[in-house]
């Protein structure tokens, strides 16, 4: 089981960046694949991006290529999403979570752990 705790939101201008961390408790962070889902006001979770166990291999939800960066430190349990370009649609909650899973997944149910949520708000 992994304990996940978000930090790094926060009020920022259009064009701006944010560097989100999640920070893992446990000693098997290396064995999970790791994602950032988000939350806007009325929808639903949306997947933003994931990495696998090894930070070998990631992936992007079309709406952020080019813009974030998800990585991890193993040595640190911890993964971070570094968000630049950003714009009001990408105002949310953001979500880190976790899966047992080998590959990444951008499917909401394959991720059993989830943190709190941080807030991050874009003004244009």
């Known amino acids: 089981q992994v304990q996940l705790v978000e930090s790094g939101g926060g009020l920022v201008q259009a064009g701006g960046s944010l560097r989100l961390s999640c920070a893992a408790s446990?000693?098997?962070?290396?064995?999970?694949?790791m994602a950032w889902f988000r939350q806007a006001p009325g929808k639903e979770h949306d997947f933003v991006a994931g990495?696998?166990?090894?930070?070998?291999?990631?992936v992007y939800a079309d709406s952020v290529k080019g813009r974030f960066t998800i990585s991890r430190d193993n040595a640190k349990n911890t993964v971070y999403l570094q968000m630049n370009s950003l714009k009001p649609d990408d105002t949310a909650v953001y979500y880190c979570?976790?899966?047992?899973?080998?590959?990444?997944?951008?499917?909401?149910?394959?991720?059993?752990?989830w943190g709190q949520g941080t807030q991050v708000t874009v003004s244009s």
């Open positions: 979570a976790a899966s047992r899973l080998v590959v990444v997944t951008t499917r909401q149910t394959n991720y059993a752990y």
């Open positions: 990495i696998s166990s090894s930070g070998g291999s990631t």
């Open positions: 446990g000693r098997t962070f290396s064995f999970y694949t």
